[in-house]
């Protein structure tokens, strides 16, 4: 990077920083700190939301998937706004009225306190790994730009999210939020615009997303029912309806975001905006990862995306095999341009035979490029075993950092490192309440005063915030962040939200009933997805209806054992 760009990169972080810093100063009681004394009016409440879901794993993974697989992953979000709704009518005024730290003291009060733990360690667990993820993404870019290893910038990030959290707590959180996803949508446009600018003379927006569509990248929807397929329209409808349902209403992450609203009217107004700049916003995400894909049929793709591991391999004993790769590369990248510039012009003519032709040509030029990376992949792990060998994550940070103007990259790094800062403190934060609220206030010291659990909130802020960079450190090993974090997720969410839903609207039902049926569908949850029996969004209906049901079934034994 330019001097230009380090210096809007570090001094947009550090105005960033210093205005939560300074907006939330005077936190001196366990409200203010944890809820940021319910004040946030439903902008600040529809923003927070937003970047605490927006990590940088959206900015950096998104456009890499589009770039891969296409913009299928929209399809992910269709059932969010209906769980706003749902949210909105049966969660908010719920959590206002009873004027709830957490999500899970209410558990308690509806149940009994080993629901409560159960449901409160069980997010602890999905969040402190996610988290984990959410700050690697960004390590990911010092790593790329200062060709160094992910171990030592996943450490300096970390520490500094840290930092500013158990400094400011919720109110450093939101008001940090605020101005970051202001710059985020600003970058995203213009990081949009310059990709149409970067493609040739006669390829303008639409041109590029045909010819994108022709290689199979602009593949939104789909409406065939497939349970082993990861995205379509009822996996997302269906399966991304609880999994949101759960996430916007029972991860401690978001709760204490909209439980900072001032108001249950702010708080839902919030989250409706919410609902409904959602899915635009990450539609533009994975549209600026298509306009990549076309930006590399005209322009050559490095032949691995993760610079650092290109780099070892290029200095290792395989080097020659490396450049035979390389040189294979470059022959189906020529084939490929001539066939992409062939297919423009049957588009221009209309063609069909000849737009088919094409497309089949460049079909066949895609598969025997993933099988030369294949064959890259592979000698990258005879060198090093543990290479990271997933470079989808790096697709979109490879083109910012070589093709955008001075200062433009700067602000676009910017951009993800405030996602990552974002969602990690936010997560932090609900980390520490849920440490304090649910486990040390209820189960280890009960009678302390409000300075005493101020001061263990920050404790249990650093102590989070060294597992999650812990976590960090092998976060390379697991693939697609963005599919990552929603995998892990799917595994506990549809388990929390069928305890909750049972405690909303099953009244006969009793907290020993519902304790096994959680305990029970958790495991069967995981067996599930363990053996790949459906697509990851899917276990979230499974989970839910299973604790229902289960709950339902051993409630009914218990009344006909005391009735025997």
């Known amino acids: 990077m330019s001097e230009i760009d380090w210096a809007v990169l570090i001094l947009t972080l550090i105005v960033i920083v210093s205005y939560g810093v300074y907006k939330s100063r005077g936190a001196q009681n366990i409200e203010g700190y944890l809820l940021a004394s319910q004040s946030s009016p439903w902008y600040s409440v529809c923003l927070s939301v937003m970047a605490t879901q927006a990590s940088a794993i959206t900015f950096l993974a998104a456009p890499g998937l589009a770039f891969s697989s296409g913009m299928g992953f929209v399809q992910f979000y269709f059932g969010l706004p209906l769980a706003m709704i749902v949210l909105c009518i049966t969660f908010v005024p719920i959590f206002h009225r009873l004027k709830v730290y957490t999500a899970y003291e209410f558990l308690e009060q509806r149940f009994d306190l080993k629901t409560r733990a159960l449901t409160a360690l069980l997010f602890l667990i999905q969040r402190g790994l996610s988290t984990g993820i959410t700050i690697y993404a960004p390590s990911i870019i010092l790593s790329t730009i200062l060709n160094i290893n992910t171990t030592y910038t996943t450490l300096c990030i970390g520490g500094i999210v840290v930092a500013y959290t158990v400094y400011g707590g919720s109110k450093a959180v939101s008001y940090t939020q605020m101005l970051q996803m202001s710059i985020i949508f ?6 949009g615009i310059m990709v149409v600018q970067l493609l040739p003379a006669d390829i303008g927006f639409g041109r590029a997303i045909s010819i994108a569509g022709k290689m199979g990248r602009t593949n939104a929807i789909d409406f065939k029912l497939d349970w082993n397929n990861q995205y379509n329209v009822w996996s997302g409808l269906i399966g991304g309806f609880f999994l949101q349902l759960s996430y916007f209403g029972t991860d401690q992450s978001q709760v204490g975001r909209y439980l900072t609203g001032s108001s249950v009217g702010q708080s839902r107004l919030g989250l409706l905006m919410n609902g409904l700049v959602k899915i635009p916003m990450q539609f533009l995400i994975l549209l600026i990862g298509v306009l990549v894909f076309t930006f590399y049929q005209y322009n ?22 490396l450049e035979v790769l390389k040189a294979k590369y470059e022959q189906v990248f020529q084939e490929k341009q001539q066939g992409v510039v062939k297919l423009n ?9 000849a737009i088919d032709q094409q497309r089949s040509v460049l079909q066949q030029a895609d598969g025997q490029t993933k099988v030369l990376r294949k064959e890259l992949t592979d000698l990258m792990l005879k060198n090093d075993k543990g290479a990271d060998i997933n470079d989808n ?10 093709y955008l103007p001075q200062g433009l990259i700067g602000l676009l790094i910017a951009i993800i490192f405030l996602a990552s800062m974002g969602s990690t403190a936010s997560a932090l934060n ?20 409000d300075e005493k659990y101020l001061k263990a909130s920050r404790w249990s802020t650093v102590l989070w915030g060294a597992v999650c960079i812990g976590m960090a450190l092998y976060a390379s090993k697991i693939g697609n962040l963005l599919e990552a974090v929603n995998i892990l997720g799917s595994y506990i969410y549809g388990t929390i939200l069928g305890v909750f839903l049972v405690a909303f609207y099953l009244k006969q039902v009793n907290g020993r009933s519902v304790f096994w049926a959680a305990i029970i569908t958790e495991v069967i949850v995981c067996i599930c997805g363990w053996q790949e029996v459906v697509a990851y969004l899917w276990l979230n209906l499974i989970g839910c209806v299973l604790v229902v049901l289960l709950a339902l079934l051993l409630q009914m034994l218990s009344r006909a054992g005391k009735k025997a």
């Open 430 to 449: 609900s980390l520490a309440s849920t440490s304090v609220i649910d486990i040390y206030k209820r189960l280890l010291n009960k009678e302390a005063g």
């Open 345 to 353: 012009k049957a588009l221009d003519l209309g063609d069909q035979s």
């Open 393 to 402: 994550n790096y697709v979109f940070l490879s083109f910012v950092t070589r």
């Open 186 to 191: 600003l970058g995203l446009f213009a990081a």
């Open 300 to 321: 050559r793709p490095p032949v691995f995306f993760n610079s650092f591991e290109l780099n070892k391999l290029e200095k290792s004993s395989y080097s020659p095999q």
